[in-house]
């Protein structure tokens, strides 16, 4: 659908410059903020100065200094807007509406007679700024918008309502457009390599998701560009404000899908005042794991299945075990004996009784010892037989074959280092193809606790964690983390088992989901929202909510992506661009040759994305590639002696960058170069989807170099 204009007679925009007569006032109105603000963090560090204790303190005086020493901190940095603008726009109510002016705000300020120079964007009388238009203003008379550098404003724009307006207004998929000239002119700004706020700019689908009520699962689905990231890091800002109380104890936790991503995001929710929110990926929920690297697809597929959390309880069952012959061990002169029956009736108890299988361990040994006394022709006690005993090799290997204290990576490196176990563990759950791929040749100079797991692991991991509970005496390191919210993003490559680990961390099942399906990509892509719901919180019914504008991408690039995503996933509709001008996509053929393979190929690579660098000024550019040839790539800007950015190891910090495809996903840049989009569809395991995602990566432009034949979904 095309952007619209309506002319109603209650809306009208008057866009003005340096020129206008209030903007002196306004500027004066920012300056007292900022001295206001500055007051504030001198107090700050005045109230750390008077909480000082000398060493011959009190323990409890030194825990109170602990304490607010914290809360200053965290209050200062709240406070340190650094080069960001603190006030961004203004409302003006109608007199039925109260007839107050508002100043919007990242944090709120008041004056020395706690009257409100800035309002902070999450208040409730702020959500007018994001969500009036003309046919709803919502009280207003006037929306302002402020276009400023740091503490210094640059220009006015003015939004009026009722009586005062009259000319048209931009509107994009039955949605008027908010502060449309602010808007477009932060889209237009070159990228940083960082995800930034958009508290100046949130639109009124945006603004809807991040005000939704906490309780419950909120799913928002958003094509590429309609900023659905930044919107539910926006959301965990807010929920932190308007419910401060519990979640400040309860915790905010945000789940990403990788550590590029998470450094590409890292600074939104800072920017926001708010620091205190955990961001991880999954392998970050399980201490003491090092992951690297993916399974293969058949391994990947079979990891995330929950198929794996019957394997896994079996794993664990098929550790506890009776002893297969009596166990006969000396002491003194006499000998005492353990007979097997008498050890399988031992574990059948302890099986019974105990949930997480290291907590029968204790149970377990007092038993053992206690069948041992029994066996003494003398009365003697349990707890004797035990202090002679406990180190004697015989009790010790008899005890670890009936019931072994097992960490996750043991029991994991031992299950998947045998053939036998897998089998016995699997049973016919799996194929033999499934039980192959789970296999990895058992070490026995490795130490299992030092294993390198990969990605798909990490579930599976966590399972057996469930399972098995602590070790004695590491209670508080193996304790499951539960969160009052959970935010996760790219939800739609999660496997069943993934999305188990999460649900196992909320706290009372208040998560926030956003992705979009059309860019599920990995080994558990799936075709709608309805199979991941499955596997989280159902406590109340799901909210579904869908971004429908895309903000980010030109309208060109953004029409060659609807042709890709009519394969790539027949039943979803693209967004509609903002930006409907822009760069036509550039295709660049490269003639191939049998003698050089791929090296013409890269060495045109260069030469493009060095023209975009040349074009762009200071933007970045993306060098999205297949995984194969991503090393190639690399090896070519050295040869030319470019310096080049590696995505998993510098994030988006170089001008330019190499990025693996499967990586660049949530990702913008200024221009993407997109190399061989052929292998692209052929390498990757929902190769439509993959291409799709690197195809709608850039704000501004779009090259594709191939010399392999181009897909026919880009020819049709």
């Not at 029991?411 to 194929?431: E, V, Y």
Request: glycine residues 10%; contains cysteine; proline residues 6%.
């Amino acid at each position: 659908m095309a952007i619209e204009y309506f002319t109603p007679q209650e809306t009208v925009r008057s866009a003005v410059t340096d020129a206008h007569p209030e903007l002196a006032a306004e500027q004066a109105h920012v300056d007292r903020a900022h001295r206001r603000l500055d007051q504030a963090r001198e107090d700050a560090l005045r109230l750390k100065d008077m909480v000082e204790v000398g060493q011959g303190g009190t323990n409890q005086a030194r825990w109170e200094r602990e304490v607010i020493n914290e809360n200053i901190a965290a209050r200062l940095r709240q406070l340190d807007l650094g080069e960001r603008s603190l006030c961004f726009g203004r409302i003006d109510q109608s007199e039925e509406a109260g007839g107050g002016s508002y100043h919007i705000g990242r944090i709120g300020v008041s004056s020395e007679t706690q009257e409100p120079l800035v309002v902070d964007w999450r208040a409730p009388v702020a959500e007018a700024f994001y969500r009036a238009t003309g046919r709803d203003p919502q009280g207003l008379v006037r929306r302002r918008h402020f276009a400023s550098r740091g503490r210094i404003l640059l220009g006015l724009d003015d939004e009026f309502f009722g009586e005062a307006a009259g000319s048209a207004r931009a509107v994009v998929n039955g949605r008027e457009l908010r502060g449309e000239g602010a808007l477009i002119t932060a889209l237009e700004e070159n990228r940083t390599g960082r995800l930034g706020d958009i508290i100046g700019t949130i639109q009124a689908e945006q603004d809807e998701i991040i005000r939704a009520p906490l309780p419950g699962v909120l799913v928002a689905q958003g094509g590429p560009g309609t900023g659905k990231t930044v919107v539910a890091l926006h959301r965990a800002a807010y929920l932190l404000y308007a419910h401060r109380f519990p979640l400040d104890g309860q915790g905010v936790l945000v789940v990403g899908p990788n550590r590029l991503f998470l450094g590409y995001i890292e600074q939104v929710l800072p920017s926001l005042g708010e620091a205190g929110v955990e961001l991880a990926v999954l392998a970050d929920l399980v201490p003491g794991v090092r992951v690297t690297g993916r399974d293969e697809l058949v391994a990947g597929r079979a990891k995330g299945d929950l198929r794996m959390v019957t394997m896994v309880r079996r794993a664990v069952r098929d550790r506890q075990r009776p002893l297969r012959k009596d166990l006969v061990v000396g002491m003194g002169a006499r000998r005492l004996r353990l007979l097997a029956g008498e050890s399988a009736d031992i574990v059948a108890e302890a099986r019974r009784r105990y949930r997480h299988h290291n907590a029968g361990r204790k149970y377990v040994q007092a038993q053992v010892f206690a069948a041992l006394a029994a066996s003494h022709p003398e009365d003697v006690s349990a707890d004797a037989v035990e202090d002679q005993l406990r180190r004697n090799p015989l009790v010790v290997e008899a005890l670890n074959w009936m019931w072994p204290v097992l960490s996750p990576g043991q029991l994991l490196h031992d299950l998947f280092g045998s053939k036998a176990l897998i089998a016995s563990a699997a049973g016919n759950r799996l194929n033999d193809e499934e039980k192959g791929s789970l296999f990895r040749p058992w070490r026995e100079d490795m130490d299992a606790d030092r294993v390198v797991w990969t990605v798909d692991d990490v579930p599976v991991l966590d399972e057996a964690r469930e399972l098995l509970g602590p070790k004695p005496g590491r209670s508080v390191d193996d304790e499951f983390r539960t969160y009052g919210h959970i935010v996760v993003d790219e939800a739609q490559d999660l496997s069943p088992m993934q999305l188990r680990m999460l649900t196992r961390r909320s706290l009372n099942g208040s998560m926030t989901i956003v992705g979009d399906i059309a860019q599920s990509t990995g080994a558990w892509a799936h075709a709608g929202w309805d199979e991941i719901l499955e596997h989280l919180p159902d406590r109340r019914p799901p909210r579904m909510t869908e971004l429908t504008v895309g903000y980010r991408i030109p309208g060109p690039s953004m029409a060659l992506a609807a042709r890709i995503l009519r394969e790539a996933a027949p039943g979803l509709r693209p967004p509609v661009a903002v930006r409907t001008d822009g760069d036509e996509p550039q295709f660049v053929s490269v003639a191939p040759t049998a003698e050089d393979g791929d090296r013409r190929l890269i060495e045109r690579v260069v030469e493009v994305a060095l023209a975009e660098v040349e074009q762009g000024g200071a933007g970045n550019v993306a060098v999205i590639c297949p995984q194969s040839l991503y090393d190639p790539v690399v090896e070519g800007f050295d040869r030319a002696g470019v310096v080049i950015g590696r995505a998993p190891r510098d994030g988006l910090d170089r001008q330019i960058t190499a990025v693996p495809v499967n990586l660049v996903k949530g990702l913008e840049v200024d221009a993407a170069v997109v190399v061989e989009p052929a292998l692209i569809m052929s390498e990757e395991p929902q190769g439509a989807r993959s291409l799709y995602v690197a195809c709608t990566r850039a704000t501004k432009r779009l090259s594709l170099v191939h010399s392999r034949p181009l897909p026919a979904v880009l020819t049709s």
